[in-house]
């Protein structure tokens, strides 16, 4: 069993930045890749960022990409999600999943543990 707790969201302007983490209960964090899904107002959850169980690889939607980057500290049981450049489209509730294989998908059908979700408003 795998706990997740967010923290780290709130409101910022457009062009600000937010740091989101994710951090992990139990000993086998290292052994689950882990992903950012968000979910803005009247849409599906989608994918955002993903991070496999090393650390070493990750993959960002085109929509972030070059802006949001997500790494993790396995030895803090932790996982992250730097956000920059905030648009107003990126307001949403953002939530960390985790799965027991080495590497991350990008479909949400495929998480075994979900965060409660944390707000990120970003105003114009």
């Known amino acids: 069993q795998v706990q997740l707790v967010e923290s780290g969201g709130g409101l910022v302007q457009a062009g600000g930045s937010l740091r989101l983490s994710c951090a992990a209960s139990?000993?086998?964090?290292?052994?689950?890749?882990m992903a950012w899904f968000r979910r803005a107002p009247g849409k599906e959850r989608e994918f955002v960022a993903g991070?496999?169980?090393?650390?070493?690889?990750?993959y960002s939607t085109d929509s972030v990409k070059g802006r949001f980057t997500t790494f993790r500290d396995n030895a803090k049981n932790t996982v992250y999600l730097q956000m920059n450049s905030l648009k107003p489209e990126d307001t949403a509730v953002y939530y960390c999943?985790?799965?027991?294989?080495?590497?991350?998908?990008?479909?949400?059908?495929?998480?075994?543990?979900w965060g409660q979700g944390t707000q990120v408003t970003v105003s114009s």
């Open positions: 999943a985790a799965r027991q294989r080495p590497t991350y998908v990008t479909s949400d059908l495929h998480y075994d543990y």
């Open positions: 139990g000993r086998t964090f290292s052994n689950y890749a």
């Open positions: 991070i496999s169980a090393s650390g070493g690889y990750t």
